[in-house]
C-alpha cells in the first residue's frame, strides 16, 4: 500500500453504540426471589457498533473518519472520552437530545454473562445533518466506505441508497455490514456482509432456504454487488 493510499480517508458511519461490562462476584442468592446477586467489583466500558469497527480499522492503520449520532448524555460523554483514547476523530459526531445507546452486560467471577441489559435509541439523521455527509463525502479524497447498519435508525434506506450511488459514481468501495432483511436498501454496495441469521433473511426474500454458494451467487446477482459473504465464506 503506497503512502498515498494512506493519507485516503476510510469513512466508518453507522449506529454507535456503548457496551458497558459490570464485572463481579457470585457468592450468594437474593431470598427475595432466589436469583444470584452479583457483587460489583469492576466497570469498564467499550466501544461499540460501528465505533468498534473504527476502532479495529484504525488500529490496522486505516485513516478512519467516523460518522453517527450520540445522545447528550454521561454515557455520551465515556463515549467521546474512548475515541480520544484510541485516537479517533470526535469532531463528525452529531449529539441529539437523546440517550446514547448503551448494552450492559453482567459477569460473573467465572466469566459468565449473567444476563444484559440494552438502552437503545432509534434515530435518524436530520435532513441537514444528511446533506452535511454527503458535502463531505464529495470535498474529500476518500478509498472506502463502510456503513455498519444495527437498525438502530442511523442507516435508512435513503441514506444507504444515497452513500452507494456516490460510491459507484466515484469508484469508491461501499462495503456494509447488514441487520435488516431489505434488498433494495443494500442493492449496489460493492460488498454486502452479514452473519448467517442475517444472510438467510436475504435469501427468504429469494425463496431460499439454505446458505450455498449457488444461492449467495444469486444473492450477489440481484444486489448487484462485487460479493456477498458471511463468516462461512469469509
Not at 479517533?88 to 437530545?97: P, Q, R
Not at 450511488?165 to 452479514?194: F, H, M, P, S
Amino acid at each position: 500500500m503506497g503512502t498515498g493510499e494512506l493519507q485516503m480517508k476510510t469513512i466508518v458511519i453507522g449506529d454507535l453504540m456503548l457496551d458497558k461490562y459490570v464485572f463481579g462476584i457470585v457468592e450468594r442468592v437474593s431470598p427475595e426471589s432466589g436469583c444470584p446477586i452479583l457483587k460489583q467489583t469492576t466497570c469498564e466500558y467499550q466501544l461499540g457498533g460501528a465505533a468498534n469497527v473504527a476502532k479495529q480499522l484504525k488500529r490496522l492503520g486505516a485513516n478512519v473518519i467516523l460518522f453517527g449520532i450520540i445522545g447528550n448524555d454521561e454515557n455520551g460523554k465515556m463515549f467521546k472520552k474512548l475515541l480520544k483514547q484510541e485516537g479517533l476523530e470526535v469532531d463528525f459526531l452529531s449529539t441529539y437530545n437523546t440517550d446514547t445507546t448503551c448494552k450492559t452486560r453482567f459477569v460473573n467471577d467465572l466469566h459468565q454473562q449473567m444476563f444484559r441489559t440494552d438502552r437503545e435509541t432509534f434515530v435518524s439523521y436530520s435532513d441537514e445533518d444528511r446533506h452535511k455527509i454527503m458535502n463531505y463525502l464529495t470535498r474529500n479524497q476518500i478509498c472506502n466506505i463502510v456503513i455498519s447498519d444495527y437498525n438502530k435508525g442511523v442507516i435508512t434506506t435513503q441514506m444507504c441508497q444515497d452513500i452507494i450511488r456516490y460510491g459507484q459514481r466515484n469508484g469508491i468501495n461501499v462495503i456494509i455490514d447488514i441487520k435488516e432483511n431489505d434488498l433494495k436498501k443494500y442493492k449496489g454496495a460493492t460488498i454486502v456482509k452479514g452473519n448467517k441469521k442475517e444472510i438467510h433473511k436475504l435469501l427468504d426474500k429469494l425463496s431460499q432456504i439454505w446458505i450455498s454458494d449457488s444461492s449467495l451467487q444469486k444473492l450477489r446477482s440481484v444486489l448487484n454487488t462485487v460479493t456477498t459473504q458471511h463468516p462461512l465464506w469469509a
